[in-house]
């Protein structure tokens, strides 16, 4: 079974950087899509960027240009570059490996917190 770990978050002061990275076990990941999610507190889960397994991305008007999303399958990790964090981008950040037909289940890692306050 796939397990999703992420690391990275934390506090840090508006209009500060940060990196999450997610590790992930399994044989499949190199053909796996794999998105970034959030929530804030009160707000229903939301899409913040995806890559797939051609190194292809997409993001939410919301981060677009301030986001990168990237992975190395090599490590198996994808990662999530955060820049110019704003108030609004305080929220739980969790990995997603998405069921394919590599992949058996959807799979989510466990959350890691950023909070951007000053």
């Known amino acids: 079974q796939v397990q999703l770990v992420e690391s990275g978050g934390g506090l840090v002061q508006p209009g500060g950087s940060l990196r999450l990275s997610c590790a992930a076990s399994g044989s499949m990941f190199r053909f796996s899509a794999m998105d970034w999610y959030r929530q804030a507190p009160g707000k229903q889960r939301e899409l913040v960027a995806t890559i797939d397994s051609s190194g292809n991305t997409n993001y939410a008007d919301s981060v677009k240009g301030r986001f990168t999303i990237s992975r190395d399958n090599g490590k198996k990790t994808v990662y999530l570059q955060m820049n110019s964090l704003k108030p609004e981008d305080t929220a739980a950040y969790y990995c997603?490996?998405?069921?394919?037909?590599?992949?058996?289940?959807?799979?989510w890692g466990q959350g890691t917190q950023v909070t951007v306050s000053s």
């Open positions: 997603h490996q998405p069921q394919s037909v590599f992949v058996s289940h959807d799979t």
